[in-house]
């Protein structure tokens, strides 16, 4: 078993950055961070076990960062738009992110979430 504690949310204008933390309870092979948003589907944003991963949505604004000392993965968010507003939660699993890096079904593990508002 694996729990997950995320942190770091909160709200920002459009433009400003946020970074979002992920500790788990131990070593695990693959991190990642989803998204959903009232009336959309859970979305994969990005994802670090043996290949990272990230949605094209995000790509050149988002990283992520991970402390295998720590057990934590972290998500860099730079200019945020408001089409980023989302409850964001952390994920994982005990196989490498490739193939389904994106897809919800694959991830065994999952936090509580944690809110991200962007406004314009």
């Known amino acids: 078993q694996v729990r997950l504690v995320e942190s770091g949310g909160g709200s920002v204008q459009a433009g400003g950055s946020l970074r979002l933390s992920c500790v788990a309870s131990r070593y695990i092979t693959t991190m990642a961070w989803f998204r959903q948003s009232p009336h959309r589907e859970r979305e994969g944003v990005a994802a670090?076990?043996?290949?990272?991963y990230y949605a094209d949505s995000v790509k050149g604004r988002f990283t992520v960062i991970r402390d295998n000392a720590k057990n934590t993965l972290y998500l860099q968010m730079n200019n945020l738009h408001p089409e980023d507003s989302a409850m964001y939660y952390c994920?994982?699993?005990?196989?490498?992110?490739?193939?389904?890096?994106?897809?919800?079904?694959?991830?065994?593990?999952w936090g509580q979430g944690i809110q991200v508002t962007v406004s314009s």
């Open positions: 994920a994982a699993k005990d196989m490498n992110a490739w193939p389904r890096a994106g897809s919800p079904e694959a991830y065994r593990y």
């Open positions: 670090s076990g043996g290949i990272t």
